[in-house]
T-cell receptor
Framework: GEDVEQSLFLSVREGDSSVINCTYT??????LYWYKQEPGAGLQLLTY?????DMKQDQRLTVLLNKKDKHLSLRIADTQTGDSAIYFC?????????FGAGTTVTVRA | NAGVTQTPKFQVLKTGQSMTLQCAQD?????MYWYRQDPGMGLRLIYY???????DKGEVPNGYNVSRLNKREFSLRLESAAPSQTSVYFC????????????FGPGTRLTVL
């Protein structure tokens, strides 16, 4: 959706960290999300952050939220080949989610 | 639990043909959604149903109709398919409790010639 923007492609070497960035517009969103889509499959929730938090860590994943700049990022530590996928940032609005265009992450050996 | 199921997985239509995409969920969720996914455009909401008995337009409703048949099922109909409707269609559902996680089906890949 046009309210959520993210870069389209990221190439990263196996073992390095990946950082995917996203900007959103709805400051009233209670939660912000990162979804992962593997080839030929639907989206699955990867992680989320509550809007009153600045950071959330979940194993190899770190989510950073800058509410002032409406900027959200996802860092994947020690990127593996299984992390190759499309990653979508999303913001909540009543019953609905608005998704970014998705960032295709390619992990090279 | 099967989660969210969609049929068919693939479909090829000729311009002007009609078809219905089926979606069902077994998680007792109140809200259901239909999205289309196109390269470089992410997921765009076509229609949604906040609860059984209600449906509302999303971002790109033109050329589509929906039916919330019961709490489990939410179908999407193309009355007269056009090449611009070539896309991958996803159904999703949520119970709206907690973090409002949406659960997605595996998708239907539709080609309109």
């Amino acid at each position: 959706g046009e309210d959520v923007e993210q870069s389209l492609f990221l190439s990263v070497r196996e073992g390095d960290s990946s950082v995917i960035n996203c900007t959103y517009t709805d400051s009233s969103s209670t939660y912000l999300y990162w979804y992962k889509q593997e080839p030929g499959a639907g989206l699955q929730l990867l992680t989320y952050i509550f809007s009153n938090m600045d950071m959330k860590q979940d194993q190899r994943l770190t989510v950073l939220l800058n509410k002032k700049d409406k900027h959200l990022s996802l860092r994947i530590a020690d990127t593996q080949t299984g992390d190759s996928a499309i990653y979508f940032c999303a913001e909540s609005n009543d019953y609905k989610l608005s998704f970014g265009a998705g960032t295709t992450v390619t992990v090279r050996a | 639990n099967a989660g969210v199921t969609q049929t068919p997985k693939f479909q090829v239509l000729k311009t002007g043909q009609s078809m219905t995409l089926q979606c069902a969920q077994d998680m007792n969720h109140n809200s259901m959604y239909w999205y289309r996914q196109d390269p470089g455009m992410g997921l765009r909401l076509i229609y949604y149903s906040a609860s059984e008995g209600t449906t509302d337009k999303g971002e790109v409703p033109n050329g589509y109709n929906v039916s919330r048949l019961n709490k489990r099922e939410f179908s999407l109909r193309l009355e007269s398919a056009a090449p611009s409707q070539t896309s991958v269609y996803f159904c999703a559902s949520t119970g709206l409790a907690g973090i409002n996680e949406q659960f997605f089906g595996p998708g239907t890949r539709l080609t309109v010639l």
